[in-house]
């Protein structure tokens, strides 16, 4: 009777390895073979591979407006092409991966959140000395304060 072994995979699953390369290669080819000006200032954030690997979920963010995204996603679809092919040569696959573009606005929202705070803190000073019902914060003893 046979034993079949069991592949084992350190922390990573194929996909998840499959999408970090597809990532690497994605932003590589922006940052350093396409001369398209809509794709300035265009980050590749993540990566997401289907089951079969047959579809690659590309995020990508860049600064500006409403505009300045659409144009940027403009300019992935027209270079969509060449990027599969540079996705191509660097993973050997049966089938290269469809890529499709995805506006990842996490930094947006996290540069609103941070707005948000400022301006909660700008309204509502915190006084440092006091806690939320006025009383006087004391800090902790230091080891040396202790001892004596």
Do not use: C, W
Request: without cysteine; aromatic residues 6%; hydrophobic residues 35%.
């Amino acid at each position: 009777m046979s034993r079949k072994r069991a592949k084992k995979y350190v922390g990573f699953k194929r996909g998840d390895r499959l999408a970090s390369e597809v990532q690497r290669v994605v932003s590589l080819a922006i940052a350093q073979e396409m001369d398209d000006p809509r794709l300035a200032g265009v980050s590749v954030t993540d990566v997401e591979m289907n089951a079969d690997n047959s579809i690659a979920k590309v995020y990508f963010s860049t600064l500006g407006g409403p505009e300045r995204v659409q144009e940027a996603e403009k300019g992935l679809r027209a270079g969509a092409g060449f990027l599969r092919h540079k996705v191509g040569q660097a993973v050997r696959l049966v089938t290269t991966p469809e890529l499709r573009f995805y506006f990842d606005a996490s930094l947006e929202n996290a540069a609103h959140m941070n707005e948000l705070f400022e301006k909660i803190h700008a309204e509502h000073p915190a006084d440092d000395d006091t806690d939320d019902e006025g009383e006087e914060i004391h800090d902790a003893p230091s080891a040396e304060d202790r001892r004596s």
